[in-house]
């Protein structure tokens, strides 16, 4: 696929690598050329460079000593073990705290993100597909925001584990499901039901967690 936009490049050709990535297109742990890029985004290595390092930076990519770039390994059993285990301790309590405190506006942006996620679940593309990942770490990582507490909402944001999560399967399974299980959060969050909002964030990662073990059979 060529990339010919000459405007937002940058990004351009870092969606364009994100996506390979998430759908699984590039296998975890596998080598990465510049050059190989290059032919096939028929781009610069300047901006390829540029992508690979923000990648890396978000833990998707690993650079090593003369071998170059890899797509990351997938996460272990037990980082994914660890992620969820985190993830319950924080983002139930981080919704409770979020029913509490939400605003119209909030609220507005939140329906929105969940609808975007809604009419990309039907897309059999795979850019689709990391999309969805990125608007799920995006629904998120907003109700964290609403919740307050910044020093939970980067420790989280940093450990992108939404992409990690997403590059374990590629599923539709995993997208319809995230789907009705956001909506009863947000039906929590818009009645400011504290109690509800918990238990369905708790209930979502927990299936959301089921949903993805099969990665390691
Ligand atoms: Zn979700």
Redesign the pocket.
């Known amino acids: 696929m060529a990339i010919q936009r000459p405007k937002g490049l940058a990004d351009d050709v870092y969606g364009a690598i994100f996506n390979k990535l998430m759908s699984l297109e590039i296998s975890p742990g596998a080598r990465i050329t510049v050059d190989g890029l290059v032919r096939e985004l028929e781009v610069s290595q300047t901006p390829i460079r540029e992508a690979l390092g923000r990648l890396e930076g978000e833990g998707l990519v690993v650079k090593t000593h003369l071998v170059g770039y890899r797509a990351s390994p997938q996460i272990t059993r037990r980082r994914f073990d660890e992620i969820y285990d985190l993830r319950l301790l924080v983002e139930p309590d981080g919704a409770r705290r979020a029913a509490q405190r939400i605003g119209k506006e909030q609220m507005r942006k939140l329906k929105d993100t969940a609808e975007q996620m809604r009419k990309l679940a039907s897309s059999t593309e795979r850019s689709s597909y990391a999309r969805f990942a990125r608007l799920?770490a995006d629904?998120?990582d907003s109700i964290l925001e609403i919740a307050g507490n910044e020093l939970i909402r980067d420790t989280l944001a940093h450990l992108h584990t939404h992409f990690h999560i997403f590059r374990l399967l590629f599923h539709a399974r995993v997208t319809e499901e995230?789907l009705t299980?956001?909506e009863s959060i947000l039906a929590a969050l818009s009645s400011r039901d504290e109690v509800g909002a918990e238990r369905a964030m708790r209930d979502?990662i927990d299936r959301?967690r089921h949903r993805l073990l099969p990665a390691f059979e």
């Open positions: 799920d629904f998120h995230a299980e956001h979502h959301s």
